[in-house]
């Protein structure tokens, strides 16, 4: 089985989305599960590609094998808010390290 049929037998990854983690450097299942769906979906997204949070749900669905829509509502709430504080963090890391940086000033005062 080759890299790319290895993502293709995941529950709910289609050509298109398979295609999107190969651009961002998820290659097969292991890779997919060392990174986790929250990572993968915000790579994608940082990327510049317009994805809903259903890739998100997806992703999630195909690390647990199971369709996407039997993730129960406080699972896909969890995914989103994780998803949502990775992008902000990735935002702001020099913000955040000049605020760690002054605050450790203090401290040591």
Known sequence: ?????????????????????????????????????????????????KVSKVLLYALQGALLNVHWTQLDELEKKRLVIEAERGLATIGNDATIGATTGSDNTNDNS
Not at 5 to 23: E, F, I, Q, R, Y
Not at 34 to 49: D, F, H, K, L, T
């Open 1 to 49: 089985m080759t890299m790319q049929n290895d993502l293709m037998a995941l529950k709910n990854l289609g050509n298109t989305s398979v295609n999107w983690l190969l651009a961002v450097g998820i290659h097969n299942r292991a890779e997919l599960e060392r990174v986790g769906s929250v990572q993968a979906y915000n790579r994608i997204r940082e990327r510049g590609i």
